[in-house]
Every structure is written in C-alpha cells, then in structure tokens.
C-alpha cells in the first residue's frame, strides 16, 4: 500500500499546462528525486504532494498518519533565527 498516491493530476496556471495526467505514488522505505528544467512543473507538483495547492484535476491520497513536509526553495525562518550548517540557531 502507497503511503501515498497522485492519480490524474492536471494543473494549469490561465491557459499554460503545468501537469497533464500525472500519477505518482510513494511507498515506505523509497526516496525520490524530482528533477526537470525550469518551468516544468517540479514546485507546482510539491505543492501538490504537501497539500498547499489543489490540483485542477485528479485525486491526492494520502495515508493516515503520514506527515509531509517541506522546506521551500527560499525558507523564511522567525524572527531572530538562522540557519548555520544546516541547523537553525538563535542570533
């Protein structure tokens, strides 16, 4: 059983076609790379997956007690943190 599962998608941003027909499923224990050119739908399908976006189309099936997380291209972190060697610390 996939932890979890895109079926279908289709995203559009006005009348560009980001994601056409997109199935990907995730299972325990796989890592995955999502790699492309600019502009060929990478963020817009993370977006997806982490829920903070809707598809146009198609479903998002997510396991129960599974947790997505994400860290944004450029992270904002709260005021009067930084992030130094990959952890975050206090100014």
């Not at 050119?37 to 598809?55: F, P, Q």
Request: proline content about 1%; charged content about 30%; aromatic content about 4%.
């Amino acid at each position: 059983m996939a932890l979890l599962d895109l079926i279908g998608i289709h995203k559009a941003y006005e009348t560009q076609k980001i994601l056409t027909n997109v199935d990907f499923s995730l299972h325990e224990g796989e890592r995955v790379a999502i790699i492309g050119k600019n502009g060929g739908g990478k963020s817009t399908l993370m977006k997806i997956v982490y829920g903070i976006l809707e598809a146009d189309e198609g479903r998002r099936i997510l396991q129960k007690n599974i947790k997505v997380g994400m860290l944004d291209q450029t992270p904002r972190f709260k005021e009067g943190m930084k992030c130094q060697r990959g952890r975050l610390k206090r100014n």
